[in-house]
Structure formats: structure tokens, C-alpha cells
């Protein structure tokens, strides 16, 4: 697609249960990043991937959070055990080269409800 | 004390006002981009700069990097301007890569 693109769009789920939610970058980009943002809050940095580098898991809130990116290309992030403050709207972006002023492309965002 | 901050938090304006809103910063950065987010949370790249002054549209930004300040402009503006609007800047200090968010100014314009 021309975008990035984000699925699913919303998810509920249940406290304790795990939610897989994935992105998909534009075409050839080698960086990409997710985002939270919790209600009323700013935007968070969660996790980083260039190419074929360790990822940065610097803003990862805890180890119930872990993401992957296969072939580098598509993301998956993961949240295990789910609890009700993991309620926000996860955000992707992706950019042709993070070590340079590129621009980074948005998706629409996932809007995740622990209930 | 947040690296950038963004001013002010909300605003409301009528249609056609000049629209301002501010973004400043406090550490080195590479790159500074405004994004605007609608309602449901999509966001949207509007600018990228590292100098100086674009415009597309009605929307103008400019940066000036002594001052480490940044402004986005709205001339003429229309009730679907109304979003978020947030600053966020790539911190050039250090390993991180990532944006740094401000925490974004919410406009409201009336008709």
C-alpha cells in the first residue's frame, strides 16, 4: 500500500488476555517505530528497529511488552497479561533511513480497550 | 522539564483567524516535524524542517535553530483545521533515534 497501514483498528480485550497488534511500513523503509499514547497523554516512544540492528526496547513500559519485525518489514507488537492502564491507541511509523532527517509516515493507529 | 514544549495547550479561534502555535526546545536536535492528529488518533506528517521556513498550503512552519523555536501558522482557517497539533523533534545528542514528542496543542476553530 501507499501508507502504513495498522491492524486491527480497534481491539477489545479482556484483562489478562494477550493482544498481538501489527503494522505494516511502507514499502522499503528500514526504520520503524511504535508509539503509545494513553488518554490525555502525550505521545510515548515504545521500540525502534533500523534494518537489521537490535532493536532499541528503550521505552518498552515492561516485559509484557516485546515486538518483532520479520524480514524488515512487518511489525508485531505484543502485549501479554493485558491490564486496563495498557489502554491507549498504538501508533507506527516508518521512515526510509532514521539516520538521516527523513520524514517518518504515520498509520492510523490501533486503538486498544482493556476492559 | 519536558525537551519540547508546546504552547498553548489549547485553542479555540473563528473561522479565518491567523492561527499560531509554538514549539520549543530545549536540547539539539536534527530535525523538527509538525504533525496533526484527528479525532480517532490517525496522525499526519504536515512538515519535516531543519531551517528556515516551508509553507504548503495555508500552513506555514518555520524553525529558527539559535533560538530553538518553532512555529506552525495557520492562515484562513476553517473548522476542519480543528485536530491536535504537536510538535516532535529528533534530539541529534546521543544513540536515540526517536522522536520526542510535545504534548500537543488541541485547536477548535468555529464557523
Known amino acids: 500500500g501507499a501508507g502504513v497501514s495498522q491492524s486491527p483498528s480497534n481491539k477489545v480485550t479482556e484483562k489478562g488476555k494477550d493482544v498481538e497488534l501489527r503494522c505494516d511500513p511502507i514499502?522499503?523503509?528500514?526504520?520503524l517505530y511504535w508509539y503509545r499514547q494513553s488518554l490525555g497523554q502525550g505521545l510515548e516512544f515504545l521500540i525502534y528497529?533500523?534494518?537489521?540492528?537490535?532493536?532499541?526496547k528503550s521505552g518498552l513500559p515492561s516485559d509484557r511488552f516485546s515486538a518483532e519485525r520479520t524480514g524488515g518489514s512487518v511489525s508485531t507488537l505484543t502485549i501479554q497479561r493485558t491490564q486496563q492502564e495498557d489502554s491507549a491507541v498504538y501508533l507506527c511509523?516508518?521512515?526510509?533511513?532514521?539516520?538521516?532527517?527523513?520524514?517518518?509516515?504515520f498509520g492510523q493507529g490501533t486503538r486498544l480497550t482493556v476492559v | 522539564k519536558n525537551e519540547v514544549e508546546q504552547s498553548p495547550q489549547n485553542l479555540t479561534a473563528q473561522e479565518g483567524e491567523f492561527i499560531t502555535i509554538n514549539c520549543s526546545y530545549s536540547?539539539?536536535?536534527?530535525?523538527l516535524h509538525w504533525l496533526q492528529q484527528h479525532p480517532g488518533g490517525g496522525i499526519v506528517s504536515l512538515f519535516m524542517?531543519?531551517?528556515g521556513k516551508k509553507k504548503h498550503g495555508r500552513l506555514i512552519a518555520t524553525i529558527n535553530i539559535q533560538e530553538k523555536h518553532s512555529s506552525l501558522h495557520i492562515t484562513a482557517s476553517h473548522p476542519r483545521d480543528s485536530a491536535v497539533y504537536i510538535c516532535?523533534?529528533?534530539?541529534?545528542?546521543?544513540?536515540?533515534?526517536?522522536?520526542?514528542f510535545g504534548s500537543g496543542t488541541q485547536l477548535t476553530v468555529l464557523p
Open positions: 536540547v539539539g536536535i536534527s530535525a
Open positions: 516532535a523533534a529528533r534530539i541529534s545528542s546521543g544513540s536515540a533515534r526517536q522522536l520526542t
Open positions: 514499502s522499503g523503509h528500514t526504520a
Open positions: 528497529f533500523q534494518g537489521n540492528s537490535a532493536p532499541d
Open positions: 524542517l531543519s531551517s
Open positions: 511509523a516508518s521512515s526510509s533511513n532514521a539516520q538521516l532527517n527523513t520524514e517518518a509516515f
